[in-house]
T-cell receptor, first 117, second 110 residues
Framework: DAGVIQSPRHEVTEMGQEVTLRCKPI?????LFWYRQTMMRGLELLIYFNNNVPIDDSGMPEDRFSAKMPNASFSTLKIQPSEPRDSAVYFC???????????????FGNGTRLTVT | GQNIDQPTEMTATEGAIVQINCTYQTSGFNGLFWYQQHAGEAPTFLSYNVLDGLEEKGRFSSFLSRSKGYSYLLLKELQMKDSASYLCAVSGGNNRKLIWGLGTSLAVNP
Protein backbone atom coordinates (compact mmCIF):
# COMPACT_ATOMS: atom_id res chain seq x y z
CA ASP A 1 0.00 0.00 0.00
CA ALA A 2 1.77 3.11 -1.28
CA GLY A 3 -0.50 5.50 0.59
CA VAL A 4 -1.81 8.81 -0.70
CA ILE A 5 0.81 10.49 -2.86
CA GLN A 6 1.00 14.25 -3.24
CA SER A 7 3.28 16.40 -5.33
CA PRO A 8 5.13 18.62 -5.06
CA ARG A 9 6.17 18.49 -1.38
CA HIS A 10 7.15 22.13 -1.42
CA GLU A 11 6.15 24.95 -3.74
CA VAL A 12 7.42 28.50 -3.62
CA THR A 13 5.88 30.91 -6.08
CA GLU A 14 5.30 34.59 -6.62
CA MET A 15 1.98 36.29 -6.20
CA GLY A 16 -0.09 36.09 -9.35
CA GLN A 17 1.35 32.81 -10.56
CA GLU A 18 -0.69 29.67 -11.15
CA VAL A 19 -0.14 26.78 -8.77
CA THR A 20 -1.19 23.18 -9.38
CA LEU A 21 -1.14 20.59 -6.62
CA ARG A 22 -1.49 16.91 -7.43
CA CYS A 23 -2.82 13.90 -5.59
CA LYS A 24 -3.00 10.16 -6.18
CA PRO A 25 -5.39 8.50 -3.71
CA ILE A 26 -5.10 4.98 -2.38
CA UNK A 27 -6.33 2.50 -4.95
CA UNK A 28 -9.90 1.41 -4.27
CA UNK A 29 -10.80 4.40 -2.13
CA UNK A 30 -14.02 6.09 -3.19
CA UNK A 31 -13.71 9.44 -1.42
CA LEU A 32 -11.09 12.11 -1.94
CA PHE A 33 -10.71 15.26 0.15
CA TRP A 34 -8.63 18.42 -0.21
CA TYR A 35 -7.75 20.19 3.03
CA ARG A 36 -5.76 23.31 3.88
CA GLN A 37 -3.98 23.62 7.23
CA THR A 38 -2.73 26.78 8.92
CA MET A 39 -1.79 27.52 12.51
CA MET A 40 -4.61 30.00 12.91
CA ARG A 41 -7.46 28.08 11.30
CA GLY A 42 -6.36 24.46 11.63
CA LEU A 43 -7.60 21.95 9.06
CA GLU A 44 -10.16 23.37 6.64
CA LEU A 45 -12.02 21.20 4.14
CA LEU A 46 -11.89 22.76 0.70
CA ILE A 47 -13.71 20.19 -1.43
CA TYR A 48 -14.45 16.48 -1.53
CA PHE A 49 -15.26 13.97 -4.25
CA ASN A 50 -17.15 10.69 -4.25
CA ASN A 51 -16.37 8.34 -7.12
CA ASN A 52 -14.69 11.23 -8.97
CA VAL A 53 -17.75 13.50 -8.66
CA PRO A 54 -17.44 16.74 -6.63
CA ILE A 55 -19.91 16.57 -3.76
CA ASP A 56 -19.25 19.68 -1.71
CA ASP A 57 -17.03 22.61 -2.67
CA SER A 58 -18.43 25.07 -0.16
CA GLY A 59 -15.03 25.33 1.50
CA MET A 60 -13.26 26.59 -1.62
CA PRO A 61 -12.26 30.14 -0.68
CA GLU A 62 -13.11 31.84 -3.93
CA ASP A 63 -13.09 31.48 -7.68
CA ARG A 64 -9.32 31.48 -7.74
CA PHE A 65 -9.46 27.89 -6.46
CA SER A 66 -10.57 24.96 -8.59
CA ALA A 67 -10.30 21.19 -8.24
CA LYS A 68 -10.75 18.31 -10.63
CA MET A 69 -10.77 14.55 -10.44
CA PRO A 70 -10.66 13.22 -14.01
CA ASN A 71 -10.33 9.59 -12.87
CA ALA A 72 -10.20 7.45 -9.74
CA SER A 73 -6.43 7.72 -9.42
CA PHE A 74 -5.75 11.42 -9.88
CA SER A 75 -6.90 14.80 -8.63
CA THR A 76 -5.61 18.35 -8.92
CA LEU A 77 -6.13 21.53 -6.93
CA LYS A 78 -5.34 24.69 -8.84
CA ILE A 79 -4.93 28.23 -7.57
CA GLN A 80 -4.93 30.98 -10.19
CA PRO A 81 -3.81 33.63 -9.47
CA SER A 82 -2.07 32.81 -6.20
CA GLU A 83 -1.88 35.30 -3.32
CA PRO A 84 0.31 35.43 -0.19
CA ARG A 85 -2.68 34.55 2.01
CA ASP A 86 -2.87 31.19 0.20
CA SER A 87 0.36 30.14 1.91
CA ALA A 88 -0.44 26.98 3.89
CA VAL A 89 0.01 23.22 3.88
CA TYR A 90 -2.44 21.55 1.51
CA PHE A 91 -3.36 17.95 2.27
CA CYS A 92 -5.11 15.42 0.11
CA UNK A 93 -6.84 12.54 1.89
CA UNK A 94 -8.78 9.51 0.73
CA UNK A 95 -11.07 7.01 2.40
CA UNK A 96 -13.01 3.85 1.63
CA UNK A 97 -16.64 3.74 2.68
CA UNK A 98 -16.98 -0.03 2.60
CA UNK A 99 -20.66 0.11 3.46
CA UNK A 100 -20.04 2.06 6.66
CA UNK A 101 -20.98 5.61 5.99
CA UNK A 102 -19.36 7.66 8.71
CA UNK A 103 -16.58 5.77 10.46
CA UNK A 104 -14.13 5.36 7.62
CA UNK A 105 -10.85 6.99 8.65
CA UNK A 106 -9.09 9.44 6.40
CA UNK A 107 -5.69 8.53 4.96
CA PHE A 108 -3.68 11.69 4.41
CA GLY A 109 -0.89 12.37 1.97
CA ASN A 110 2.28 14.09 3.18
CA GLY A 111 1.01 17.45 2.05
CA THR A 112 2.28 20.29 -0.11
CA ARG A 113 3.77 23.25 1.71
CA LEU A 114 2.87 26.27 -0.42
CA THR A 115 4.59 29.60 0.03
CA VAL A 116 3.40 32.56 -2.03
CA THR A 117 5.67 35.61 -1.90
CA GLY B 1 -22.79 27.23 15.49
CA GLN B 2 -20.60 24.15 15.44
CA ASN B 3 -17.49 24.12 17.57
CA ILE B 4 -14.81 21.86 18.95
CA ASP B 5 -12.61 22.88 21.88
CA GLN B 6 -9.31 21.34 22.89
CA PRO B 7 -6.49 22.65 25.06
CA THR B 8 -3.80 24.28 22.95
CA GLU B 9 -0.78 22.78 24.68
CA MET B 10 0.04 20.12 27.26
CA THR B 11 3.25 18.88 28.79
CA ALA B 12 3.89 15.50 30.37
CA THR B 13 6.77 13.32 31.52
CA GLU B 14 8.01 10.16 29.86
CA GLY B 15 6.36 7.10 31.38
CA ALA B 16 3.41 9.06 32.75
CA ILE B 17 -0.26 9.14 31.74
CA VAL B 18 -1.89 12.13 30.05
CA GLN B 19 -5.52 12.87 29.22
CA ILE B 20 -6.38 15.20 26.34
CA ASN B 21 -9.92 16.54 26.48
CA CYS B 22 -12.23 17.52 23.64
CA THR B 23 -15.65 19.13 23.94
CA TYR B 24 -17.93 19.59 20.97
CA GLN B 25 -21.13 21.38 20.02
CA THR B 26 -22.53 20.16 16.74
CA SER B 27 -25.96 20.06 15.17
CA GLY B 28 -25.69 16.31 14.67
CA PHE B 29 -23.41 13.46 15.73
CA ASN B 30 -22.29 10.39 13.81
CA GLY B 31 -19.00 9.75 15.55
CA LEU B 32 -15.79 11.26 16.89
CA PHE B 33 -12.27 10.73 15.61
CA TRP B 34 -8.83 11.26 17.12
CA TYR B 35 -5.82 11.81 14.87
CA GLN B 36 -2.13 12.21 15.68
CA GLN B 37 0.04 14.64 13.74
CA HIS B 38 3.80 14.85 14.19
CA ALA B 39 5.43 18.15 13.26
CA GLY B 40 5.79 18.47 9.51
CA GLU B 41 3.88 15.28 8.83
CA ALA B 42 0.37 14.20 7.88
CA PRO B 43 -2.37 13.42 10.42
CA THR B 44 -2.77 9.70 11.09
CA PHE B 45 -5.87 7.98 12.42
CA LEU B 46 -5.86 6.88 16.06
CA SER B 47 -9.42 6.05 17.10
CA TYR B 48 -13.14 6.34 16.42
CA ASN B 49 -15.98 6.47 18.96
CA VAL B 50 -19.66 6.37 18.14
CA LEU B 51 -21.12 4.89 21.35
CA ASP B 52 -20.59 6.07 24.91
CA GLY B 53 -17.73 4.50 26.79
CA LEU B 54 -14.08 3.68 26.55
CA GLU B 55 -12.34 2.19 23.51
CA GLU B 56 -8.91 0.79 24.31
CA LYS B 57 -6.20 0.26 21.75
CA GLY B 58 -2.82 -0.55 23.24
CA ARG B 59 -1.35 2.43 25.08
CA PHE B 60 -4.07 4.71 23.71
CA SER B 61 -7.71 4.81 24.82
CA SER B 62 -10.53 7.10 23.81
CA PHE B 63 -13.66 7.90 25.76
CA LEU B 64 -16.96 9.39 24.64
CA SER B 65 -19.98 10.85 26.42
CA ARG B 66 -22.55 11.93 23.86
CA SER B 67 -24.87 13.50 26.45
CA LYS B 68 -22.06 15.76 27.64
CA GLY B 69 -20.55 16.43 24.22
CA TYR B 70 -17.24 15.28 25.61
CA SER B 71 -14.39 12.99 24.68
CA TYR B 72 -10.89 12.37 25.89
CA LEU B 73 -7.82 10.61 24.59
CA LEU B 74 -5.78 8.81 27.23
CA LEU B 75 -2.15 8.06 26.55
CA LYS B 76 -0.39 5.67 28.93
CA GLU B 77 3.30 4.89 29.42
CA LEU B 78 4.24 8.02 27.51
CA GLN B 79 7.19 7.84 25.16
CA MET B 80 9.19 10.65 23.59
CA LYS B 81 7.75 9.72 20.20
CA ASP B 82 4.26 10.62 21.52
CA SER B 83 5.22 14.29 21.27
CA ALA B 84 2.82 15.47 18.59
CA SER B 85 -0.39 17.35 17.98
CA TYR B 86 -3.61 15.45 18.71
CA LEU B 87 -6.65 16.43 16.68
CA CYS B 88 -10.27 15.81 17.63
CA ALA B 89 -12.82 15.70 14.80
CA VAL B 90 -16.58 15.12 14.76
CA SER B 91 -18.76 13.74 12.00
CA GLY B 92 -21.99 15.61 12.49
CA GLY B 93 -24.07 15.83 9.34
CA ASN B 94 -25.56 13.73 6.60
CA ASN B 95 -22.34 13.97 4.64
CA ARG B 96 -18.66 13.11 4.87
CA LYS B 97 -17.54 16.47 6.29
CA LEU B 98 -15.67 16.52 9.59
CA ILE B 99 -15.56 19.38 12.08
CA TRP B 100 -12.00 19.68 13.36
CA GLY B 101 -10.52 21.05 16.55
CA LEU B 102 -7.32 23.09 16.31
CA GLY B 103 -5.38 20.32 18.00
CA THR B 104 -3.53 19.87 21.29
CA SER B 105 0.25 20.05 21.08
CA LEU B 106 1.69 17.51 23.52
CA ALA B 107 5.30 17.73 24.61
CA VAL B 108 6.74 14.68 26.37
CA ASN B 109 9.81 15.49 28.45
CA PRO B 110 12.41 13.00 29.71
Amino acid sequence: DAGVIQSPRHEVTEMGQEVTLRCKPISGHDYLFWYRQTMMRGLELLIYFNNNVPIDDSGMPEDRFSAKMPNASFSTLKIQPSEPRDSAVYFCASSYTGGSRYNSPLHFGNGTRLTVT
Amino acid sequence: GQNIDQPTEMTATEGAIVQINCTYQTSGFNGLFWYQQHAGEAPTFLSYNVLDGLEEKGRFSSFLSRSKGYSYLLLKELQMKDSASYLCAVSGGNNRKLIWGLGTSLAVNP
